[in-house]
């Protein structure tokens, strides 16, 4: 069983920032996952944001965020980041990491994600 727990999200004027946490429980072997942030906003379906190979020498955007968002890891810490820069309102939205369940893979399912945390960016 892997438990995912977010933090960091609050409410921000657009332009600014914010660092959204991941803590993974210990279960298992965090440095050997992917790990990735969604989100979904009120009325739409959930969408990929980015993720982050298990050595963090890869990551993956979404275009929206791209040049915007920064994922990275510690896996001494067992934690992902997702910095948040240049918000835009339609950042609005419940932010979740994720992991799979496969290690070592990218571009795969996730089968374990965390409780959310709301980000909410205003104009």
């Known amino acids: 069983q892997v438990h995912l727990v977010e933090s960091g999200g609050g409410l921000v004027q657009a332009g600014g920032s914010l660092r959204l946490t991941c803590v993974a429980s210990s279960g298992r072997a965090f440095g050997k996952y992917t790990m990735g942030w969604f989100r979904q906003a009120p009325g739409k379906e959930r969408e990929f944001v980015a993720a982050?190979?298990?050595?963090?020498?890869?990551?993956y955007y979404a275009d929206a965020v791209k040049g915007r968002f920064n994922i990275s890891r510690d896996n001494v810490k067992n934690t992902v980041y997702l910095q948040m820069n240049d918000l835009k309102p339609e950042d609005t939205a419940v932010y979740y990491c994720?992991?799979?369940?496969?290690?070592?893979?990218?571009?795969?399912?996730?089968?374990?994600w965390g409780q959310g945390t709301q980000v909410t960016v205003f104009s």
């Open positions: 994720a992991t799979p369940d496969q290690s070592y893979v990218v571009h795969t399912s996730y089968s374990y």
């Open positions: 982050i190979a298990w050595s963090g020498i890869n990551s």
